[in-house]
């Protein structure tokens, strides 16, 4: 029974993510992303009690995954069309009508918000190839699936909690969603070395860049709210590609 912990971890996740599709589906953005947060949560800690009960195994690895994919690339890319419907309906709807509304459900403007949906196919793709690529122990190559929902799942965020025209502005022009929609696809398929947050030991030495990161996360979070979370992954991108170029070990 002890063996399952791990899978029982990766079902919340899951189930959170099942959630989190539905929501986003019914156009409450914000419940969405609470859901998708709490499944990437138990994401972080399905793996760590699996290290920690010494009950890795190859179902565990594939099941992480599957429901990785649902979490982490199906809620967000639902995410993304309805918010590509919102652009898309920006000249009948005041902004600022749009980001305190309860109900986030428009319709369907035209098919161009299905674009927003490739970042389910991305996500799976790229969980794929995490699962056979044994040079991923120790790190990552291309941006995690969770770094990518987290970024996507931002944005309506901000809207709801932290409205401003000029944010409504950008966030809802179908171009810049579009390029993040593109970037992140691109991102988590990319050959670039990102290092993992999991800790093998607590040393300042061998951990600095982690420390580091964590401490700008928590500044990041007290100054900017949401708007930390994009600054974030682009704080973690930078320190990655930084700390390979220093070849720091991490």
Do not use: H
């Amino acid at each position: 029974m002890i063996k399952q912990i791990p899978n029982m971890i990766s079902s919340l996740n899951l189930l959170c993510g099942s959630v989190a599709v539905l929501f986003a589906a019914s156009g409450d953005l914000t419940t969405s992303a609470f859901f998708v947060f709490l499944g990437i949560f138990f994401d972080f800690f399905d793996g760590l009690a699996a290290r920690m009960l010494d009950a890795q195994s190859e179902i565990g690895l594939q099941y992480d995954s599957l429901a990785d994919v649902i979490t982490s690339g199906l809620a967000p890319a639902v995410v993304m069309f309805q918010l590509m419907n919102l652009s898309f309906l920006g000249s009948k709807q005041s902004l600022s009508e749009i980001a305190s509304a309860d109900g986030w459900n428009v319709g369907v403007a035209n098919y161009a918000p299905l674009f927003g949906l490739i970042i389910a196919v991305s996500a799976a793709y790229r969980l794929a190839k995490f699962n056979v690529d044994t040079r991923q122990t120790d790190g990552f190559f291309g941006l995690p699936t969770p770094a990518n929902a987290l970024l996507v799942l931002s944005l309506p965020l901000i809207l709801k909690y932290q409205y401003s025209e000029w944010a409504a502005q950008v966030i809802l022009n179908p171009w810049f969603l579009i390029a993040i929609t593109v970037l992140g696809c691109v991102l988590m398929n990319s050959e670039i070395r990102l290092f993992s947050l999991k800790f093998k030991t607590w040393d300042l030495k061998n951990n600095a860049v982690r420390y580091i990161f964590l401490g700008l996360c928590a500044v990041f979070l007290i100054a900017f709210k949401y708007w930390a979370i994009p600054i974030i992954i682009g704080t973690y991108i930078l320190l990655s590609v930084v700390s390979k170029s220093k070849g720091v070990n991490v």
